[in-house]
């Protein structure tokens, strides 16, 4: 007796699955800018950790948006940095206890308000979220 050959189901193409996960993608990326550049204005274009001036500066989360979602977005948890205490040899992430505790000194108590907050945030509404904040950072952007 000869086998059946086993039936085969057709993959359904997820196009429409593929197509929300990159136009939220693109939406985060446009977020993350426009929150970066709302808060290299409000931190002065200096940097946060050596005070350095007229150098390119990135936003930096103090929590991590990784293990911290929800704070992702949050303005109270990006502070401006440049690139050598961001990411270099004096980074923080290079040591997070002591940028920790720097940054406990700098800014008294926003440390533990950004613990609660992280327990109790909302989920976030990416197109209202961006929507506001073009608005908000439509003249910082043009300069």
């Avoid at 949050?74 to 961001?86: D, G, K, Q, R, T």
Wanted: with cysteine; proline share 6%.
């Amino acid at each position: 007796m000869s086998a059946l050959p086993k039936p085969t189901r057709k993959k359904k193409a997820n196009h429409s699955r593929k197509k929300a996960t990159n136009e939220r993608r693109q939406m985060e990326i446009e977020l993350e800018k426009l929150l970066s550049a709302h808060v290299i204005q409000r931190d002065r274009d200096v940097c946060n950790w050596c005070g350095k001036t007229y150098i390119r500066l990135f936003g930096a989360h103090v929590l991590p948006k990784g293990s911290n979602p929800r704070l992702r977005f949050e303005p109270f948890n990006i502070m401006a940095l440049c690139y050598a205490c961001h990411l270099g040899n004096r980074g923080w992430h290079k040591d997070p206890m002591r940028a920790r505790e720097w940054f406990e000194g700098k800014y008294p108590g926003r440390y533990e308000r950004l613990q609660i907050a992280a327990s109790c945030a909302p989920k976030v509404d990416l197109p209202l979220l961006l929507t506001v904040w073009r608005d908000e950072v439509k003249g910082v952007l043009e300069k």
